[in-house]
């Protein structure tokens, strides 16, 4: 199969666009129709007349979007037609609700997978795998370099990290992406060790995770307590866009981490001015791309936003057709910079 000469996905000013269906999915402007992979600040944005996301999505996308967003939210596996078009959702295994979408029209099937990981977390639903003839992927950690420890392996690591903090008597400040990230590890780290808090931008998703049916340990809103409050034995989860801000000094002594795939590469953590890094990504690694590519069937490859020209080397020198796709996706970043400084009330 060679790509079709009107593909039934193609990048338009406002985003991927199905011209047959009339809908975007995950579009960069405002729409009328948005189909949504998941709330993440460069794949869901504000302003669509009506959004089509997952079941498990819908609380923390209306969290992003506000109560007044036309939301409609579909189960995993369940179609739905739009002029015609056959649409469905599959699990990312990103984060909470995170889709695949799945699009096929006159016998040609699209697969737009928004980013995803393979490794199964307690926060979202396991990746599947979805057979296609093209498969739009993501490349985030798109090189040979990024190779994922076993995350039971990383937890240890951070609990160990916040016991050595409390002998010493210092708070143990965590950085992690308000939305994903931060729930993924308040699920994997020993809630025995001391209280957890939570700056108010992750305190917010955390409650809409709960909601969700997810299990979180208990947490407390960090500008809830006194100021002479004693921190040297909590571990603080706060967005990366904290380090460095006057909303640290509250805390006193201090440890500092940041839980990151980009702590894989030497140097990352220094130049960020933190004391640990720990290697704990929620996109697919090296081989995790490839097995996903492999297991989807497809013949045609798109790949979007990161490294994408040695992937799309790779695997055309292995049997299959890639080109790399522009997009405004971003991959692993966090999505609300301005959640930093100024802490939101919980």
């Known amino acids: 199969m060679t790509f079709p000469r009107k593909p039934l996905l193609q990048v338009t000013p406002n985003g991927l666009f199905c011209e047959p269906g009339g809908f975007y999915i995950d579009p960069w402007c405002p729409v009328d129709r948005a189909v949504i992979t998941h709330a993440h600040g460069d794949h869901a944005r504000w302003g669509s007349k ?9 609380g923390v996308l209306r969290v992003r979007m506000g109560p007044d967003a036309q939301i ?41 997978s928004g980013d995803y990981k393979v490794e199964h977390d307690r926060t979202s639903t396991e990746f599947e795998p979805v057979r296609c003839h093209t498969f739009i992927t993501e490349s985030t950690f798109g090189l040979p370099i990024y190779r994922w420890r076993p995350q039971p392996e990383i937890f240890t690591q951070i609990d160990g990290w916040w016991r050595d903090n409390q002998a010493a ?15 993924r ?31 979180l340990p208990e947490t407390l809103y960090s500008g809830s307590m006194e100021r002479s409050y004693d921190w040297s034995r909590s571990l603080i989860v706060a967005p990366p866009s904290c380090n460095g801000t006057t909303w640290m000094r509250k805390f006193g002594s201090i440890s500092t981490a940041f839980a990151s795939g980009w702590m894989r590469v030497r140097g990352a953590r220094r130049r960020q001015s933190l004391d640990r890094g720990f290697t704990l990504s929620d996109h697919a690694d090296w081989p995790g791309l490839l097995n996903a590519i492999d297991a989807t069937g497809a013949e045609n490859i798109l790949v979007t936003h990161g490294y994408r020209a040695p992937l799309v080397h790779w695997l055309n020198d292995h049997g299959k057709q890639a080109r790399a796709l522009e997009t405004r996706y971003e991959g692993d970043r966090e999505d609300d910079p301005a959640e930093g400084a100024t802490e939101p009330e919980a």
Do not use: D, M
């Not at 037609?81 to 995170?98: K, W, Y």
């Not at 008597?169 to 729930?183: C, D, E, W």
């Not at 994997?188 to 299990?215: D, M, W």
């Open 50 to 58: 009506y959004y089509l996301t997952s079941t498990p999505g819908e």
């Open 72 to 112: 409609e939210a579909i189960p995993y596996g369940q179609i739905v037609s739009e002029n015609g078009v056959r649409v469905s959702l599959h699990p990312a295994g990103h984060i909470l609700g995170s889709s695949q979408v799945r699009v096929e029209y006159e016998g040609e099937i699209w697969v737009a």
């Open 169 to 183: 008597g210092r708070a143990s400040v965590l950085f992690a992406y308000s939305l994903g990230k931060a729930q």
């Open 185 to 215: 590890l308040l699920a994997g780290v020993n809630p025995e060790i001391g209280p957890i808090f939570c700056h108010g931008a992750v305190q917010k998703l955390n409650t809409a995770y709960r909601e969700s049916g997810i299990a």
